[in-house]
């Protein structure tokens, strides 16, 4: 069956980094372009970054241009998020999840990062 | 970017109402249009895709409606189950986005 694992976040202070990652199993990874969705806490869900499956088209949200990095490694079945410059505001569940032609029908469990001093 | 607008931001109903749920897009978004359905501390949920498609294993209860840039989720016999926070998102551009979601709690 289909797997999204998220791991990597944790407490950070302002202006430090981070890198995520998700796992993937139970599914041809290479195939399917993958999102990551971030959720501050008490709050609604706010679309991050996209990588399409070869990983030549990336987008971002305005929100983390310029700070964030989205990758991927096919061969490891693994999507990666490099978060620089972190602020207060950065502060959410961040979620991995599979794109399809039907929305998003598999996401991981999340991962919680706290931007905090 | 295109705005999702989600109402009401909260409802309380009975098991066994009827509950509708809308969601409007600031352009339209034809049928790029898809629902999820989020408990508290779990990831969501796709309940339907392509506005009306219903997603498999979900009940029939809920279904979809709508095109352009008006939708609506409905549910047609409120559950204990369905007690959860209901979001639209617009799968028309890349950079979706998603509405503010509709909070179902019990009356």
């Known amino acids: 069956q289909v797997q999204l694992v998220e791991s990597g976040g944790g407490l950070v202070k302002p202006g430090g980094s981070l890198r995520l990652s998700c796992a993937a199993s139970g599914f041809t990874f290479s195939d399917y372009y993958m999102s990551w969705i971030r959720q501050a806490p008490g709050k609604g869900l706010e679309w991050v970054s996209y990588?399409?499956?070869?990983?030549?088209?990336?987008y971002y949200a305005d929100s983390v241009k310029g700070r964030f990095t989205i990758s991927r490694d096919n061969a490891k079945n693994s999507l990666y998020l490099q978060m620089n410059s972190l602020r207060a505001e950065d502060t959410a569940v961040y979620y991995c999840?599979?794109?399809?032609?039907?929305?998003?029908?598999?996401w991981g469990q999340g991962t919680l990062v706290t931007v905090s001093s | 970017d295109i705005q999702m607008t989600q109402s009401p931001s909260s409802l309380s109903a009975s098991v066994g109402d009827r509950v509708t749920i809308t969601c409007r897009a600031s352009?339209?978004?034809?049928?790029?249009l898809n629902w999820y359905q989020q408990k508290p501390g779990k990831a969501p949920k796709l309940l339907i895709y392509?506005?009306?498609s219903l997603q498999s294993g979900v009940p029939s209860r809920f279904s979809g409606s709508g095109s352009g840039t008006d939708f609506t989720l409905t549910i047609s016999c409120l559950q204990v189950e369905d007690f959860a926070t209901y979001y639209c998102q617009q799968s028309y551009s890349t950079g979706t986005t998603f509405g503010g979601g509709t909070k179902v709690e019990i009356k």
């Open positions: 352009q339209s978004i034809s049928s790029y």
């Open positions: 999840a599979r794109e399809g032609d039907t929305g998003l029908l598999y």
């Open positions: 990588i399409s499956s070869s990983g030549s088209t990336i």
């Open positions: 392509a506005a009306s």
